[in-house]
């Protein structure tokens, strides 16, 4: 009789171990069935593998200790004893329960299921539903392009847009986007990538003219950065720690790094760099350099003038930051109490929203499986991070802010009109990524955050009885309308802060020489482009433009200037440019390797797009002027996009030469990764 009782007793441990199983994965089950339903590329299936073995060995143990151990007890003669208990039914049974936290504590599922560890809605893209999507009926808003004797009207349409990258040929890297676009032949629709591609040439083009301008002298006396450190010299004490340290950053001989960036385009550009990095450098505040300095600028209110126009210099070049300045220390100064900041610097280095939100977040240091993109990308569509500018913000934060949509599509106007597949987005969130890390590379002056070819020659369709969508450039208006109006913004600030003649006789510059335009020149036709850009973007889905009320002065010729764009931009110098950059974001200190961002090189995707909700079209002239349902159909081009990149690498620095020679000679993502992180 005790011998019976023992060996039913035998089905306790898996019993329990199979409710308490079951109570774990009741909490992670819909995180863990979220995560495998947005799978739809090949590179998860890695990460998918994982928890998928814990679970089956899980599920194995499990079956064990249940079923076949108790089974055998009951069939076999002999008598069961406690060991046989402990080692086939209780052991595996705790292997199974095991298996939940192990899930819990595996880092690839922190990274693809966030709300395994907080109970927030799972970081997963799903596809739109067609449901929410109700733009109205604009019978006005009509297409200028007519077709086959119809007009066209897609106010009410709704686009369906997918992406398909998994072809062998879509991984091969080209070093700039005209390399890719003669390998890929036709059948090529410009990108968002590609657009910014040309926008990057004329951002490290105006601030390298801007940089030279200010270092040389030439862009009036409120912006006379040199100016301004001879004048402070010249009033401190000769033989004093402040007249040294402002005569070394003067020599060129206070900071020791590379230039980075365009900053090493000239000699005159290269003195900009260490100049300027030297006076970013921070002092204890109670150095007796910094306060020396402090001192002198709040006796002198004409001199605390000049120092807070450069000030503002910065922050609109840039983006405006928490850290002190030499303003801050002579105001605590003043009042005789202790500041309230440990360190300070002449000109602070501009800490963005990503910045302080990875200060915060990785304050003792960042964990090897740790993923920045992923952070920044978590917080911003959680709200912890807003990208819209505020009153003090500069030209960085408006770029950056053209960008919210590629993670937020919800935000954009074209939102209504859009139907966005979930690798479309995981698409947008890559190219968020690439152009990021490109924004930051430009701005290379950023210190780091101390912590602890397969060708598919597709020609242009012919007009058919079915109508397709007929998209000239990739539909995003909002990120068009966020960046004409980022130039608009530095346009307006160098006009009111330069030298009325500066903006028609500084010229921007390229590696190698000038650019052909003045910089006001320059500047203006960007934010045509752009602005032409959301206007043939627009009217490509049937969207009403976003502008305001005389916000741009002819449409007409903005969209001109985007379609002229648009049909020649392959033969564009600045699409030839190697586009490949690694900037580094935040260093480690306890680890000793610094996280980078970077875009590795250019490849190709497909974009598919259909209509979800068909346009209506009537015949004109001569019909009855009856708006119809359109018989339509779908269409697809090649894209050309960045590859984009996060990487732990021993070495704080990487100039673009350096990277590139490696990924030349790597030539795929997964080998120049690995050479980027080798020792």
């Not at 006379?224 to 401190?236: I, P, Q, S, Y």
Request: hydrophobic share 45%; proline share 7%.
């Amino acid at each position: 009789m005790m011998q019976t009782f023992k060996k039913a007793l035998s089905f306790l441990p898996g019993l329990a171990a199979a409710g308490a199983l079951l109570l774990g994965l009741g909490h992670l089950g819909p995180g863990i069935f979220e995560y495998y339903r947005s799978i739809s590329d090949l590179s998860d299936l890695a990460h998918a593998a994982i928890p998928l073995a814990i679970l089956g060995l899980a599920g194995a143990c499990l079956f064990y200790a249940a079923v076949i151990f108790p089974l055998r007890c009951a069939r076999s003669p002999r008598p069961v004893t406690k060991t046989v208990v402990l080692i086939h039914s209780l052991f595996p049974a705790c292997l199974a329960v095991l298996a939940v936290p192990a899930l819990f504590f595996l880092p690839v599922m922190d990274v693809f299921l966030p709300t395994m560890k907080s109970p927030t809605k799972p970081e997963v893209f799903e596809d739109d539903r067609l449901a929410d999507k109700k733009p109205p009926f604009l019978p006005d808003l009509v297409d200028s392009r007519g077709f086959e004797g119809r007009e066209v009207n897609a106010s009410a349409a709704v686009l369906r847009l997918d992406v398909d990258d998994d072809d062998r040929g879509f991984s091969t890297l080209h070093p700039d986007f005209a390399a890719a676009a003669k390998a890929w032949g036709g059948g090529i629709l410009a990108s968002v990538n590609t657009v910014d591609a040309k926008a990057k040439q004329v951002d490290d083009g105006v601030l390298a003219a801007l940089h030279e301008a200010f270092v040389r002298g030439t862009a009036g006396p409120d912006l006379d950065l040199r100016g301004f450190l001879e004048e402070l010299r010249a009033r401190l004490d000769p033989g004093g720690r402040a007249a040294a340290w402002v005569a070394e950053g003067l020599s060129g001989r206070g900071f020791a790094g590379e230039p980075q960036s365009f900053y090493a385009w000239s000699p005159d550009l290269r003195k900009s760099w260490r100049l300027t990095r030297h006076l970013m450098e921070p002092l204890p505040a109670g150095d007796a350099a910094a306060v020396e300095m402090a001192s002198l600028l709040g006796k002198d209110a004409a001199l605390m003038g000049r120092y807070g126009r450069l000030l503002d210099r910065i922050a609109r070049m840039d983006s405006a930051g928490p850290a002190a300045s030499l303003k801050d220390l002579a105001e605590a100064l003043r009042k005789g109490a202790p500041p309230s900041f440990s360190q300070v610097s002449l000109l602070p280095s501009p800490r963005s929203k990503e910045d302080l939100l990875f200060m915060k977040v990785f304050a003792d240091g960042i964990p090897a499986e740790a993923d920045l993109t992923l952070a920044l990308v978590r917080a911003i569509r959680s709200g912890e991070v807003d990208l819209k500018p505020g009153k003090d913000a500069g030209w960085y934060d408006y770029e950056v802010y053209a960008l919210e949509t590629f993670l937020l599509p919800e935000r954009g106007e074209e939102h209504q009109k859009l139907l966005l597949m979930k690798k479309y987005k995981k698409r947008m969130l890559r190219a968020f990524a690439s152009i990021l890390a490109k924004r930051r590379e430009t701005r290379a002056l950023r210190d780091m955050m101390q912590l602890g070819a397969l060708a598919l020659d597709e020609p242009e369709r012919e007009p058919s009885k079915p109508l397709p969508p007929r998209l000239r450039v990739e539909p995003n208006p909002t990120y068009y309308l966020r960046m004409a109006r980022s130039y608009a913004f530095l346009e307006a600030y160098l006009r009111s802060a330069l030298p009325r003649r500066a903006l028609a006789d500084l010229h921007g510059l390229r590696e190698g020489g000038r650019r052909e335009l003045s910089l006001g020149a320059e500047l203006e036709r960007a934010k045509e482009l752009f602005y032409g850009l959301h206007l043939v973007s627009c009217e490509d889905i049937g969207m009403k433009p976003g502008l305001l009320a005389g916000e741009l002065d002819s449409r007409a010729r903005a969209a001109q200037r985007a379609e002229e764009w648009l049909a020649a931009w392959r033969t564009d110098p600045d699409l030839a440019v190697d586009t490949r950059v690694l900037v580094p974001i935040a260093t480690d200190v306890g680890r000793r390797v610094t996280r980078h961002w970077g875009a590795l090189g250019v490849r190709a995707a497909r974009l598919k797009a259909d209509y979800a909700r068909a346009p209506r079209w009537r015949r004109s002239p001569g019909g009855d002027g009856r708006w119809e349902d359109a018989e339509t159909t779908g269409a697809g081009w090649i894209i050309l996009v960045d590859e984009p990149a996060e990487v732990a690498s021993p070495r704080s620095e990487w100039s673009r030469a350096e990277l590139r020679a490696l990924a030349d000679r790597e030539q795929t993502k997964e080998k120049i990764l690995a050479a980027l992180a080798r020792p």
